[in-house]
């Protein structure tokens, strides 16, 4: 069954319990915990209490893989990466999502696979390895990842398609996971409008249905399918003046996807309460 999370960088710049209630008010059947600077962030103990107070199970752990996270945990990728998936399996959550590296972390991307297949099996927790995009400066292409962008040309045993980063990679993400095939494990909902080469210059994290992404079809495939991973909330609501509205925002994204996972069916027993009702209303009954 697909379970449907919030990443707590969905309501960013506000503070991690913010993620944890208002993923709980909007519904949702878990948490992606995006590690950050905020130490609550890290630290086992304070998750639990989060996780406990607000019946948030935690699905997934992000590794500090922004350049805005370059010192959490040190500067050895390779450590923090250890740290993300031994934080997932003290929390007995599936996933630790991670970046393809940097192209300057050249021994830690010289044996990328290697370092993700060990300490997957070391741990029991699912890498997966997320869909990136090209860098452009002043129009000029830049090598930003090592080996690259793409996961689909990785051997990697389990991936992260994020709709948004294939928006501005210019690729479609029905193909790429087509492509990934049993790969792909986890899935960051979100939408894009556009790529680099359209003039496209933010990561957008749109919500789902408000970009050019086949994010329906996408979720469709993967529900009739029998899929059995995460699919989880990473869109920005940076825009959003206050909780309400913040909140509006997570229970559209939440209703879409489950518009599109969990589709409403009409079973014998609901068939028959139906004909029940309409037969009340003949009249001479």
Not at 144 to 162: H, I, K, M, N, R
């Amino acid at each position: 069954m697909i379970r449907l999370g919030l990443s707590t960088s969905s309501v960013y710049p506000l503070d991690i319990e913010s993620g944890f209630r208002l993923a709980q008010q909007a519904g949702f059947d878990g948490i992606e915990v995006m590690v950050t600077r905020d130490k609550r962030t890290q630290n086992l103990t304070s998750l639990r209490e989060l996780s406990d107070r607000y019946s948030m199970p935690i699905l997934s752990i992000h590794a500090p893989v922004l350049l805005l996270t370059h010192f959490v945990w040190g500067t050895d990728p390779q450590r923090k990466l250890e740290r993300t998936a031994e934080l997932a399996q003290a929390l007995t959550a599936k996933t630790a999502v991670v970046h393809p590296p940097f192209r300057w972390q050249s021994d830690y991307a010289d044996h990328f696979m290697e370092i993700v297949a060990q300490i997957s099996d070391t741990t029991g927790v699912e890498i997966a390895v997320e869909n990136m995009f090209p860098w452009k400066v002043k129009g000029t292409s830049v090598k930003a990842y090592s080996p690259g962008w793409d996961v689909t040309q990785f051997e990697c045993a389990a991936t992260t398609l994020d709709f948004s980063h294939a928006a501005l990679a210019g690729q479609d993400a029905f193909d790429v996971m087509t492509r990934l095939g049993p790969r792909l494990r986890h899935v960051h909902l979100c939408d894009g409008s556009g790529s680099l080469d359209e003039g496209k210059v933010f990561d957008e994290h749109l919500l789902p249905g408000h970009g050019g992404q086949p994010v329906a079809a996408v979720l469709r495939a993967l529900a009739t399918s029998g899929w059995s991973g995460s699919v989880v909330a990473e869109i920005n609501t940076r825009k959003a003046k206050t909780d309400d509205e913040r909140l509006a925002l997570l229970i559209e994204t939440r209703e879409f996807a489950q518009a599109h996972i969990h589709p409403i069916t009409t079973t014998p027993s609901r068939i028959h309460r139906r004909m029940r009702r309409l037969a009340d209303l003949i009249p001479g009954r």
